[in-house]
Each structure stands twice: as C-alpha cells, then as structure tokens.
C-alpha cells in the first residue's frame, strides 16, 4: 500500500508512505534471514535474537500506529467502541504469539 500511495503521489502521503515500505522492508529482511535456517533447522542464536528484537520493536509501533490510527466513535474510557478494542486485542494476541514462538526459538538455539 505505501508504494501505491507513493507511485500515485498522493498529497501528503509521501512520509507515510516511507514509513510503511520501512517498516515492510523490515520484515521482509527478518523473513529472508529467517527462511535459510528452516530447511535444515540450523539455527543461529545471534541472528534469531536480532529478528526477536526486530519484531519485539515492531509490534510495539505497530500498536501504536494502529490505536494513533484508528479513527472510529470513541465510547468508552479507553477511547475506542467495542469493535475497535477487539480488533486491536486481536493484532496485539497474534504478535505476542509470534514475538514468543521467537524467543522460544533464541532460548532453544545452540
């Protein structure tokens, strides 16, 4: 999406944009140190413990963007409606599924 927004060259959306291709590129460079591990389950410690840190970083401005972001009826103390909290406990649980499964990684690696 950040690229189409910066190929259209939509007013406004360029550092938004460079935020999100940052942020892809991010992940996409976690995803191709992780995959050449995984066929023979060669692990190495220090490279699995920067990807842990890299996606511990990134669910947390994740977060942030995403509550900063939403733009829904605000009903209740915390700001959002019913929905919104779901939604954003629901991307928070699934992070914190991931984040784990990592450290469970970096604690069991040689």
């Not at 892809?24 to 490279?47: H, K, N, S």
Request: include cysteine; charged fraction near 30%; aromatic fraction near 10%.
């Amino acid at each position: 999406m950040a690229q189409v927004l910066e190929c259209m060259n939509v007013a406004g959306e360029y550092e938004n944009s460079q935020y999100w291709a940052r942020e892809y590129q991010e992940i996409d460079d976690c995803l191709r140190e992780l995959e050449p591990m995984l066929p023979a389950f060669q692990v190495e410690r220090g490279l699995l413990f920067r990807i842990y840190t890299a996606m511990c970083n990134l669910k947390a401005r994740w977060l942030t963007l995403r509550m900063d972001g939403f733009r829904r009826p605000r009903t209740d103390s915390e700001g959002f409606d019913a929905e919104t909290r779901q939604t954003l406990r629901d991307e928070k649980a699934h992070l914190t599924r991931i984040v784990e499964h990592l450290k469970r990684l970096v604690a069991a690696a040689p």
